[in-house]
């Protein structure tokens, strides 16, 4: 008798084991802190999925991982590494968030005023490295590590200067509750959690970009002049057009990230921090291989991590750079997907190989 | 004016040390043909494993402490890197994305075990290196008050290092075959040069300057770990570009952005500097690697093979 299992993608099995190994080592790290990784995972987990509140909760976290996410693997498509999602992030949420600490509207028009402030200050920090590249042929690695330093900056100088916060020096004022994301149905539908409007115009994103990339002539000159730059040029592409445009979209997805993230899931802006989102973004993409609905769900998975190890650190010793400590473990398991493959491989022709064998025992 | 470059002068000077050595860290490594983007994690790990040598060791050993946690963090510095080299030249990996995962592991990674030690995440060192003046050349007019007034023994190492380094990557066989590999390594490996063994070389020394870069900041001018390094990695990264990949070239950059960044950083105190904007200042570093960038396009100096992997079947 033949069991026929239906056929999962290698990318997913990939991912799937980098998560393993992650959580593996995750698992180590406790034990070398003496603690039960067992107990660690448990509440892990179950801080991030217990009741509808924790749901709603590791759903906001995820929000901006989906943005960032799909920002990273954008530009990955195109050949482009964006190492630079925090500064665009940090770009859109300081637009966003000068927006509505000084303009006064409806709450409709001001959270659209906002959507585009957010957009063109992530865009604006994203055409800069795709220009230099196609311009200069500046690597975009290098150009778009500049960029995040240079938000960093900006943001320090900025927000002390003009929009210092009540008690501290290192935030901004609070955004006024017709400036947040946050709506009461979406608050009331989870129990009081931080969940927000970004995450409907996070999934509304990824089916626009899972469109473009897939449907329309613009996405298959995008990923041509990742496939191969010169044949894309051969075929009367204007890759360097196509450059600046991957970059500059790529940064606006962040930049709607830092819209998510400083209005809707935090009420302000803090000075002195690169968001780690940024990076996080990096490990989203590649657990997905790049595909937006992956990164759909890779971004959740980050977010229930990141929600879960609050609770985590509540109910035992362990600290909760465990989180951080797991998806960055993750991005080099990823990065280091080769050695999976080559398991993967050996497994295949292993089970391959059984087979035959039994095969030839039933025949002989 | 004087007064006030005087005053600063040994700031700048102790700020841009670590970010030489670390720049210098990069230089190795990216000429042997390896991009390493992870030299803020392997800045962190060095203060890291440095703070918690001195902390441990200090009631027992007094200053020699000190020493010991800078030599810890070279060496912390050193084997974390392995991470970077293992998948770089191993296992061809994106060295982009590696390098990254460094950056990410070390930053929480640290923080963690920092917590499970001493609960709050920051570890305290009783006591860095003390200044001192040094002998004779102090004494000097002009020169002596700028450049050997309250110096840190770490300072004179770190030259020294880099004299030491650029010796070694311009006028010895080791040094020729470095650069080779970083140029054309399918040439070094026809004659004959093990390629891999090389770049694990200049990895591991990465690593190690890295470690020591972060260490000196523990023991000179922050006392205290918490988990960053301020950026101070990526810092040296455009120190590294400006300065064209070479060790003279990093020497002057890393001076010029340790000079503007001290400038920022004291004015505030001194209402003489307060009329430039800090932000001006902070982001001088990263606007003019940029525009170097753009000024270099045509006529770069960079490693030709730095961030492909070697695949010995392409040739």
């Known amino acids: ?364 | 004016m004087w007064d006030i470059i005087v005053f600063i002068f040994p700031y700048a000077i102790t700020y841009t040390i670590p970010l030489l050595i670390t720049s210098l860290g990069g230089l190795v490594c990216e000429r042997s043909g390896v991009v390493n983007i992870g030299l803020e994690g392997l800045m962190i790990i060095g203060s890291f494993a440095s703070a918690l040598t001195v902390s441990k060791l200090y009631p027992s050993m007094g200053d020699a402490a000190v020493w010991m946690g800078v030599l810890a963090g070279m060496i912390a510095g050193a084997l974390f890197s392995l991470l970077h080299a293992f998948a770089s030249i191993n296992l061809n990996a994106n060295q982009v994305i590696s390098g990254t995962a460094i950056n990410m592991i070390a930053g929480a990674l640290t923080v963690y075990f920092a917590r499970y030690i001493t609960g709050s995440g920051n570890i305290n060192i009783i006591s860095g290196l003390r200044r001192f003046n040094m002998p004779v050349l102090s004494k000097i007019p002009v020169i002596g008050n700028l450049f050997f007034t309250q110096t840190y023994m770490t300072t004179w190492l770190v030259l020294l290092i880099l004299l030491g380094s650029w010796y070694l990557i311009y006028k010895t066989p080791f040094g020729l075959r470095l650069r080779a590999c970083g140029e054309h390594p399918h040439a070094a490996d026809a004659a004959g040069v093990n390629v891999r063994l090389i770049r694990y070389v200049a990895v591991l020394m990465s690593g190690a300057f890295a470690g020591l870069g972060g260490a000196i900041i523990l023991v000179t001018y922050s006392g205290e770990f918490n988990g960053s390094v301020a950026g101070l990695g990526f810092l040296a990264l455009a120190a590294l570009i400006f300065g064209q990949w070479k060790p003279l070239g990093i020497l002057g950059a890393t001076f010029f952005f340790g000079f503007a960044s001290t400038l920022a950083n004291v004015s505030q105190v001194v209402p003489a500097l307060s009329t430039i904007p800090g932000l001006i200042l902070k982001a001088f570093p990263y606007v003019v690697t940029l525009l170097a960038l753009i000024a270099f396009s045509k006529s770069s100096q960079a490693p030709r093979a730095s961030g492909e992997p070697f695949d010995q079947g392409s040739r």
């Not at chain 1, 770009?91 to 959270?111: E, F, N, R």
């Not at chain 1, 990096?282 to 980050?302: Q, Y």
């Not at chain 1, 989180?323 to 050695?339: E, H």
């Open chain 1, 1 to 364: 008798m033949k069991l026929k299992f239906p056929k999962i993608p290698r990318s997913i099995w990939v991912a799937l084991i980098a998560m393993f190994l992650g959580l593996i080592a995750g698992a180590i790290f406790m034990l070398c802190t003496g603690s039960n990784p067992f107990a660690g995972y448990y509440y892990l987990f179950r801080g991030g999925l217990m009741n509808i509140e924790r749901i709603g909760n590791s759903l906001a976290t995820a929000t901006p991982l989906i943005l960032t996410g799909l920002s990273v693997a954008f530009a990955f498509k195109t050949g482009l590494f964006n190492i630079g999602a925090s500064g665009q992030l940090l770009a859109g949420g300081l637009s966003a968030t000068v927006v509505a600490l000084t303009v006064v509207l409806p709450k409709p028009l001001l959270l659209l005023l906002m959507f585009l402030a957010a957009i063109v200050g992530g865009a604006l920090w994203g055409f800069i490295p795709g220009l230099l590249k196609a311009l200069f042929n500046v690597h975009e690695v290098v150009a778009t590590i500049m960029m995040n330093w240079l938000a960093y900056w900006v943001v320090y100088y900025t927000i002390p200067r003009y929009f210092k916060g009540k008690f501290l020096e290192t935030e901004s004022r609070k955004i006024p509750d017709i400036a947040s994301l946050r709506v009461p149905w979406l608050t009331e539908m989870f129990d009081g959690s931080y969940v927000n409007l970004g995450l409907i115009i996070a999934i509304i994103v990824v089916l626009i970009i899972g469109i473009i990339l897939k449907k329309t002539v613009l996405g298959y000159e995008l990923k041509a002049a990742g496939f191969n730059r010169f044949a894309a040029e051969y075929g009367g592409m204007k890759v360097n057009r196509n450059i600046v445009l991957s970059m500059t979209i790529a940064g606006a997805l962040a930049g709607i990230g830092g819209l998510t993230l400083y209005t809707g899931y935090a009420v302000n802006i803090q000075i002195g921090v690169l968001p780690n989102q940024g990076f996080d973004g990096i490990a989203v993409s590649l657990l997905a291989a790049n595909s937006p609905l992956g990164v759909f769900f890779s971004a959740l998975f980050f977010g229930i991590l990141h929600s879960g190890k609050g609770f985590m650190n509540a109910m035992t010793e362990i600290p909760p750079q465990i989180g951080d400590t797991i998806i960055a473990t993750i991005i080099y398991f990823a990065a280091t997907s080769v050695l999976i493959e080559r398991f993967l491989d050996r497994a295949g022709k292993a089970l391959a190989n059984r087979k035959l064998e039994r095969s030839s025992k039933e025949a002989g």
